[in-house]
């Protein structure tokens, strides 16, 4: 049986995945703010640090796999966003890294999300700031300041997830990922029902924004996306590399029915 981290374990899609993947016998890790095996705040650096290092300890230098989920979004401060969203999640990836190398034939799935493609107005020069940050956020926090409240949550949720997609996407065919034989992909959900999901609802912003929608299947439950997840990290998807698997009952393709795929000239 194999042994997994997941990040965001107590509740939603994290803590749905963790029972399927403990339902077959498989050892789960679990961080998260709350009950779990790494109790930490992932918005500080020195709780990034204590999870890094506490998982290391119990899973003795080596992981299977590991679910890169947690996550906050509106109406959530900015600031708050841009540390869990994207700095949290790549501080995880690069210090769980060396136990992911030690399985030999890890796979790793990163939580993204379709606002990445269906959030209009969200400034390129945000993502590369957060890409190029190197642990500092003043810049795209200054950024953020030319966005009215509470909309400037909206860009930073949008902005983060498509940093942290963008920086899978490179790590993942790098010599220290598929190299060391560690699979990485990205997972977009659209609207699932979380506690996430609801406090953006309740909102007198977002809800309105949240229910107009388009989800031409409906929404999806996080058991619906941990079977996804699951699937993610079974030998199966060996052949995944850089993926972005958009599961978001049919949102995206509604908005951006024929931007992608997307040819490119060559010169």
Same mark, same amino acid.
Request: aromatic share 4%.
């Given at each position: 049986?194999?042994?997994?981290?997941?990040?965001?374990?107590?509740?939603?899609?994290?803590a749905?995945?963790r029972?399927r993947?403990?339902?077959?016998?498989?050892t789960?890790?679990?961080?998260d703010r709350?009950?779990?095996?790494?109790?930490?705040?992932?918005?500080?650096?020195?709780?990034?640090r204590?999870?890094?290092g506490?998982?290391?300890?119990?899973?003795?230098?080596?992981?299977?796999?590991?679910?890169?989920?947690a996550? +906050?979004?509106? *109406?959530?401060?900015?600031?708050?966003?841009?540390?869990i969203?994207y700095?949290a999640? !790549? #501080?995880? $990836?690069?210090g769980?890294?060396?136990?992911?190398?030690?399985?030999?034939?890890?796979?790793?799935?990163?939580?993204?999300?379709n606002?990445?493609?269906v959030?209009p107005?969200?400034?390129?020069?945000?993502?590369?700031?957060?890409?190029?940050c190197?642990?500092d956020l003043?810049?795209?926090?200054?950024?953020l300041a030319?966005?009215?409240k509470p909309?400037?949550?909206?860009?930073a949720?949008?902005?983060?997830?498509t940093?942290?997609?963008?920086?899978?996407?490179?790590?993942?065919v790098s010599?220290?990922?598929?190299?060391a034989g560690?699979?990485l992909?990205?997972?977009?959900?659209?609207? +699932?029902?979380? *506690?996430?999901?609801?406090?953006t609802e309740?909102?007198e912003?977002?809800g309105?924004? !949240? #229910?107009? $929608?388009?989800?031409?299947?409906?929404?999806?439950?996080p058991?619906?996306i941990?079977?996804?997840?699951?699937?993610m990290?079974?030998p199966?998807a060996?052949c995944?590399?850089?993926?972005?698997?958009?599961?978001?009952?049919?949102?995206d393709?509604?908005?951006?029915?024929?931007d992608?795929?997307?040819?490119?000239?060559?010169?």
């Amino acid at each position: 049986m194999a042994t997994y981290a997941i990040s965001g374990s107590a509740s939603g899609i994290g803590a749905s995945t963790r029972a399927r993947l403990e339902a077959t016998g498989h050892t789960v890790i679990g961080i998260d703010r709350r009950q779990q095996e790494v109790t930490c705040d992932l918005s500080t650096e020195e709780g990034c640090r204590r999870a890094i290092g506490q998982t290391l300890e119990l899973c003795h230098g080596k992981l299977d796999g590991l679910l890169s989920g947690a996550g +906050v979004g509106p *109406p959530t401060s900015a600031g708050s966003i841009l540390r869990i969203n994207y700095l949290a999640s !790549m #501080r995880l $990836l690069e210090g769980l890294r060396p136990a992911l190398e030690a399985s030999g034939e890890a796979q790793v799935v990163q939580i993204g999300s379709n606002s990445t493609t269906v959030t209009p107005n969200v400034p390129d020069d945000l993502v590369d700031a957060l890409l190029n940050c190197d642990g500092d956020l003043d810049e795209a926090i200054e950024m953020l300041a030319a966005f009215e409240k509470p909309i400037d949550t909206s860009i930073a949720y949008a902005a983060t997830k498509t940093a942290i997609t963008r920086w899978c996407r490179r790590a993942s065919v790098s010599p220290e990922w598929v190299g060391a034989g560690i699979r990485l992909n990205v997972i977009a959900p659209g609207a +699932v029902q979380t *506690p996430l999901l609801e406090a953006t609802e309740n909102d007198e912003t977002f809800g309105p924004l !949240m #229910r107009g $929608l388009p989800i031409p299947a409906g929404r999806a439950t996080p058991d619906q996306i941990a079977d996804w997840i699951v699937f993610m990290l079974s030998p199966a998807a060996r052949c995944a590399v850089g993926s972005v698997v958009f599961v978001d009952g049919g949102s995206d393709a509604t908005i951006r029915t024929n931007d992608w795929p997307r040819s490119f000239t060559f010169t």
